[in-house]
């Protein structure tokens, strides 16, 4: 008797506690799931960097923001990176520019560092792993303007040049691209190119003839902020 009462208690015991541990994993579950916020990854050269940190408080609480510490270079580095600064993240929407390493044009030869025709092979090939392996959206963002004299005295001792015309014809290669696999644009170099009223353009562009100044980087942060929301939507 004492023994069949000792097992009904452990029975009594069991039950009491089984329903818990049942409903805790779902319930868990549950809040993790309204609690998930989007996650945007924002892929980009040092022209990203500058303007992450910003980005990041303007979207502060609405999204969850990735933004690989590393320069994304040219199109080919990104390309070369992108399972590790993408694929890996599955995020619900990529923020994406390569195009100023690109159009690096060496004086010994004439070229550039990525040739006109495998930028734009490189672009699709982006965007082609993105959607394959992930459900994210897709925006591209054009790369900003340079400031020649600027820029080519700050580099006179390299083997390089930087120059605006070049970034013109690669975004507009970059532009074409995205037309056809119907990928909105960012149309950051315009932003710069044509700011407010009341700003210049060299006020946005420091010495170097490339980064942005503290209001540049402002300015090119809350349009980034502004499209990740539309688009979201």
Known sequence: MRVMTQMLGVLVLISAIAPCAAQSPVAETATETAQRLPKVVLVGDSIRLSYTDEVRELLKGEVELVSPAANGGDSANVLR?????????QPDLVHLNCGIHDTKKFHATGEHQVSPEQYANNLRQIVKMIREETDAQVVFATSTPILDERAAQVRKERD???????IQQYNQIAVDVMRELK????DLHRL???PPEGI?????????GVHLTAAGQQLLAEQVARVVR???K
Do not use: F, G, K, M
């Open 230 to 232: 539309e688009q979201l």
């Open 200 to 208: 210049q353009l060299p006020e946005l562009i420091v010495t170097d």
């Open 160 to 166: 390089y040049a930087l120059l605006n015309a070049s």
């Open 81 to 89: 990176h992108l399972q590790r600064w993408v694929i890996e993240q």
């Open 192 to 194: 710069l190119a044509v």
């Open 183 to 186: 990928v909105p644009v960012n």
